[in-house]
């Protein structure tokens, strides 16, 4: 039994992943699912209040793409709303769901890192504050792509945490035993946690030791944040013209924090 307790290179990507992982998967898709739970999407309340936005800040009923789509709770509205719409995910179980949900909706099972969509598109969006979750040469990647598969005019909306996180999150280890199985495995488990905070990268990773009777499983996520000025010239090196900065777009919620400011950057 190998228990991991360094602390992590800055991204670091462990061998295991809660978004692909057969059985977390699923118990992912059930908090996506959930229509009062910030646990995988925002709840209903919340999804109502940022959809409202995006249709703000978008072209009617034009071609719209969502990034990290979930089980389609996004795209299906957008969708009703008259847009052309696309939904890439790598969470098999969430597309599965979403397939089967709309079959008027194109969805995508895939790593929109490394297999963006191909197409041409008036919206993209990216919501629960994804792009953190990606490495400073990822996120340059993927935001190359956007812009170049967006219209003259389109925009790219999302969200990020602000510097406020470090207010809601710190360094700590903890452990979580659940005898009958959980969230993390169906069999008994027990759960070895420990966040890290790296302020030089304005970021946090979290570090998972899963240890059941056969295995131990080792995952890891992050959470990179940014300064409003910060965020701005990033978008502004990759050629987006024109950025704006939106708060308070929601009234609160349980997610990783409050902490969230939403971006509209147009090409």
């Known amino acids: 039994m190998e228990i991991r307790n360094n602390k992590p290179t800055l991204f670091e990507k462990s061998t295991c992943n809660i978004w692909t992982d057969p059985y ?4 992912m898709l059930k908090e996506h699912l959930n229509p009062i739970s910030d646990g995988a999407s925002r709840k209903q309340e919340s999804i109502l209040k940022i959809i409202d936005f995006v249709l703000k800040q978008s072209k009617p009923k034009s071609r719209l793409l969502d990034l990290g789509c979930g089980p389609g709770l996004y795209t299906s509205l957008f969708k009703d709303k008259g847009y052309d719409v696309t939904g890439i995910d790598f969470n098999k179980a969430s597309i599965e769901y979403a397939i089967g949900k709309r079959t008027d909706i194109n969805y995508i099972l895939g790593d929109y890192i490394n297999e963006y969509p191909a197409g041409e598109y008036d919206t993209v969006i990216m919501i629960y504050c994804d792009l953190g979750t990606h490495s400073d040469k ?12 967006l219209n003259d005019g389109g925009v790219f909306i999302f969200d990020v945490f602000t510097e406020e ?10 452990w979580d035993y659940a005898h009958q199985g959980g ?4 069999e008994e488990y027990l759960l070895l946690s420990q966040t890290f905070h790296y302020p030089e990268n304005k970021a946090f990773g979290y570090q998972y030791n899963l240890l059941t009777k056969d295995e131990t499983k080792q995952f890891i996520v992050w959470d990179r944040y940014y ?8 978008l502004q090196n990759i050629g987006f013209r024109k950025v704006t900065i939106h708060k308070n777009i929601l009234d609160g919620n349980s997610f990783t924090s409050g902490s969230e400011m939403f971006i509209v950057a147009e090409k």
């Open 24 to 27: 977390i998967q699923q118990q």
């Open 138 to 149: 990822d996120r340059d990647k993927l935001l190359e792509n956007i812009y170049h598969s």
């Open 165 to 174: 996180l470090v207010k809601d999150k710190q360094k700590d280890k903890g």
């Open 183 to 186: 969230f993390w495995s169906q």
């Open 227 to 234: 300064t409003e000025e910060e965020i701005i010239l990033v």
